[in-house]
């Protein structure tokens, strides 16, 4: 029985013309290059008017479904099908380009990628050494930890208390005074960022950083619709942040302790300055602390340990220094943004690793953290002069850098603008993975965060022989 228009659907006719020679090419009855029975032929056929289905057909020929060919007929097209699995499958390249979260540089989504590989020579990476990691140390605590049924389940809002109150009494060496409810523990620095951007500032809200910056090669901000906007942190400071901030919601950002990239720590002076000015203007202040345990020499005291008015935002982490796969940092602020904080984390993960939060507060209150914090500042500083040396001996005559104070880096200046994309990729093809400069500030062609604290010696050494070279042949 020929098939034919039903003249009591809520289709009109010639839309049910196009969807039953649809359905002819999907299900390969007309397969490409099969000709269709003419006009007159379908009119008769579907009982209709033959102006009908050439309006049907024309629609089709427009889909690239059917191609004409002068004095042959109507045919199937040659790409019919591509056309058909094109529409039957969700458009995700549009759903993702028109999303809200922006990709990262295709530089970072390379290194991302590129240090998954264990042959990879990681020259930049922000992480410690598999063999700085206390494995077998966490290993032996697992067994000292006595867990009931309410310590494994979830978290609770603003985490464990427990961990909460163990941190208020850590960050008293920091200079900061506060309560377990002042306290949210997180899935690590980065997430407090997103949850600060998603919590805290309306579509519009400027971010004030200093360049070179951690944020650019991340876009917790940038993707919530806030404007990044770099400032120099000198005596025009207060002048140009009033012109700038005008009557829009603000915030600064600052690494204050060993700088993400360049190292760099403020003194108690520049620390004073910059809380004063932001206090002044009403800008809140994130301090990203999660590098200061990591320092050679005692650290002075944080921004936060000034603050009388809930001004800034701590963030801490053990990330950089016990492991960064317990995925367990905090924010110490006010109350009310505390609890903003929590809702929005309860959203969208229901809380931090219970199992991750009870190994922190286990190392934490049983000194274990601390004796781990002596012996891992001692492997880095070695790891620096190593490093130092090496570049003192092949490097001197083209590039400067400072000592480093403590951390993970060395910002390598080069003297001339050779740190472009292909001066990344060539190292690429040599098994070497740097941080190139222009990651955390578009302009810089100049730098490279080295790292000290991923690669093995003699991986640090023979990944700058190869940048040599690399450098050297182009």
């Known amino acids: 029985m020929k098939w034919v228009p ?17 359905a002819r090419i999907e299900r390969g009855d007309w397969t490409v290059g099969t000709k269709l029975p003419t006009q007159r032929q ?13 309006l049907a057909l024309d629609e089709l020929k427009a889909d690239g479904l059917l191609e004409s060919k002068m004095g042959s007929g109507v045919f199937v097209a040659n790409h019919s099908w591509n056309v058909l699995l094109n529409r039957s499958q969700p458009n995700w390249k549009q759903h993702i380009e028109s999303s809200i979260y922006k990709p990262n540089y295709h530089t970072i989504q390379l290194i991302n990628e590129y240090e998954q ?30 867990l009931d049924a309410k310590s494994i389940g979830y978290s609770p809002p603003k985490g464990n208390e427990r961990l909460r109150n163990i941190i208020c009494e850590y960050v008293k060496k920091r200079g900061i ?53 770099s400032v120099m942190r000198n005596a025009n400071l207060s002048d140009h942040l009033r012109v700038l901030k005008r009557k829009r919601q603000s915030l600064f950002y600052t690494v204050p302790t060993l700088h993400n990239p360049t190292g760099d720590s403020l003194s108690v002076k520049e620390k004073e300055q910059l809380y004063h000015v932001c206090n002044e203007l009403q800008i809140p202040i994130i301090e990203d602390d999660v590098y200061h345990e990591l320092l050679f020499e005692p650290a002075s005291p944080a921004i936060k340990s000034f603050d009388t008015s809930g001004q800034v935002l701590y963030i801490g982490s053990v990330s950089k220094t016990l492991s ?35 190994i922190v507060a286990h190392w934490i209150s049983t000194g274990l953290y601390e004796n781990h914090l002596t012996n891992l500042r001692e492997q880095l500083k070695k790891r620096a002069a190593f490093v130092e040396r090496v570049l003192e001996q092949q490097f001197s005559k083209m590039a400067t850098w400072k000592r480093s104070e403590g951390g993970f880096y060395f910002w390598l200046r080069f003297n001339q603008p050779i740190v472009n994309k292909s001066l990344f990729l060539n190292l690429l093809k040599q098994n070497v993975l740097i941080n190139p400069g222009y990651i955390y500030d578009s302009s810089d062609l100049h730098h490279i965060r080295l790292s000290y604290a991923y690669a093995s010696l003699e991986g640090l050494k023979l990944g700058l022989d190869r940048l040599l070279n690399v450098i050297g042949s182009s």
């Open 42 to 54: 379908l009119a008769t056929q579907f009982h209709v008017n033959r102006s009908t289905v050439q």
């Open 177 to 229: 005074q506060t309560e377990p409810e002042n306290i949210l523990i997180v899935s690590g620095a980065l997430q407090a960022l997103q949850l600060i951007a998603m919590g805290l500032l309306e579509e519009g809200s400027i971010v004030f950083h200093e360049q070179p910056s951690y944020l650019s090669s991340v876009h917790p901000f940038q993707s919530a619709g806030m404007r990044m906007i």
């Open 117 to 146: 590989y264990d042959h990879i020579i990681r020259l930049g990476t922000g992480e410690l050494s598999p063999e700085l990691l206390p494995t077998n140390q966490i290993e032996q605590s697992l067994k000292e930890i006595s």
């Open 324 to 358: 960064p796969g317990l995925r367990i940092g905090w924010v110490i602020a006010p109350s009310p943004v505390i609890t903003r904080l929590a809702d929005i984390k309860m959203q969208t993960d229901y809380g931090s690793s219970a199992f991750s939060q009870e």
């Open 6 to 22: 039903n003249r009591k659907s809520h289709l009109t006719i010639q839309e049910q013309i196009v969807e039953w020679i649809k």
